[in-house]
């Protein structure tokens, strides 16, 4: 098939995910994007997209003629077959529950055209089970944006076994297009790559809560002071080979076997969440949180994000 271009967008779920990715295409112009909705334009979808971009304005970023421009592209429907019909490649970002989602493709499989591609931005559901109620399992592919979507670049391309060659590599062509840094993954596991990355560290700081070894805030400022600073140039694989294979066998030997490896949320965790203390939204999590302290820490993300990406 080779290079293909992409026109109409579609887009089902109008949460955080779905206007955050309608908001990436609708803003590079060339595209047609809709927005399916079972409410429609009441869905307030539109309101959501305007004021994530008058964040970017206000940072300038973008002007306010090229959010009018961008607002412009997006039609939002309460009608699936008006959605979906002439979709060139659809992206689901309806809530994380496998009845629904394989539903709806299974549905999207009798309007669409063959050639229209499927995507989920499940975080962590096989897509190989999304796609089970789906004919045509080679056109469903992962495409697993990360939250804020319009400010984090990586979207994790996961191909299942059935998808074809052609729709992963006209799926990374297109999130590259949009500006998107993609990565495929070449198995449908449980956390594609970067939430396996990211919940075996989380595993390991919650421990080390649990065992006394250094209270909650320390663990941060270990990781914030430390390691975390150079993550962004100096990530595992690459500092494994700076450091040397013979000396990263050795620390292992030594180290692993004192590393946190339950097969089970942690029970501190557990106590927590039974407590009801559930973090941000209830004051108290590991840490205590009033709610301008929430807003901070919220604010001190999107400020350093777009530092580190636009350089503003
Ligand atoms: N929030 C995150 O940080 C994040 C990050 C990456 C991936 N994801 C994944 O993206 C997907 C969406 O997450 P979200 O946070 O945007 O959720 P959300 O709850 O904010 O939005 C879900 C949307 O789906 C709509 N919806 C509900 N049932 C529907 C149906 N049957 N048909 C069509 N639309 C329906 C809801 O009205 C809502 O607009 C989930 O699979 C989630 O796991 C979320």
């Known amino acids: 098939m080779g290079k293909r271009v992409f026109k109409n967008i579609t887009i089902f779920g109008t949460g955080m995910m779905g206007s955050g990715i309608a908001q990436i295409f609708a803003m590079k112009q060339c595209f047609n994007v809709t927005i ?18 008058n964040v970017l304005m206000e940072n300038k970023i973008c002007t306010e003629d090229e959010i009018e421009r961008a607002l412009e592209k997006i039609t939002v429907v309460d009608d699936m077959e008006t959605a979906a019909k002439d979709a060139d490649f659809i992206i689901e970002c309806v809530p ?13 499989d009798q309007i669409c055209r063959p050639d229209t591609i499927f995507a989920t931005n499940t975080s962590v559901m096989s897509i190989t089970e999304i796609a089970s109620k789906t004919t045509n399992k080679a056109r469903v592919i992962g495409t697993h944006f990360w939250n804020p979507p319009y400010l984090i670049p990586l979207v994790e391309v996961v191909k299942t076994e059935d998808t074809s060659d052609d729709v ?4 990374m062509d297109l999130m590259r297009f949009i500006e998107k840094h993609p990565i495929k993954v070449n198995k449908d596991v449980p956390g594609f790559v970067a939430n396996r990355l990211q919940h075996a560290l989380w ?3 919650i421990s080390i809560v649990e065992r006394g070894i250094a209270d909650a805030a320390t663990v941060d400022e270990a990781l914030k002071f430390g390691p975390g600073l150079r993550l962004p140039i100096l990530a595992p694989i690459e500092n494994a080979d700076m450091v040397g294979l013979d000396l990263t066998l050795a620390i292992h030997d030594y180290i692993l076997k004192y590393l946190e490896d339950s097969h089970e949320p942690s029970p501190l ?5 039974e407590k009801g203390e559930l973090g941000f939204k209830t004051g108290k999590g590991f840490q205590e949180w009033t709610e301008e ?8 993300l999107s400020e350093y994000l777009i530092n580190v990406l636009y350089n503003k």
């Open 168 to 171: 992963v590599e006209q799926t």
């Open 36 to 53: 399916f909705s079972r409410r429609g334009i009441a869905s307030g979808v539109l309101e959501k997209i305007k004021s994530n971009l």
């Open 269 to 273: 965790l557990k106590e927590k969440v």
């Open 203 to 205: 595993r390991e700081a």
């Open 96 to 108: 994380e529950d496998m009845e629904i989602k394989q539903n709806l493709f299974k549905d999207l």
């Open 293 to 300: 302290e929430a807003k901070a820490s919220k604010k001190r």
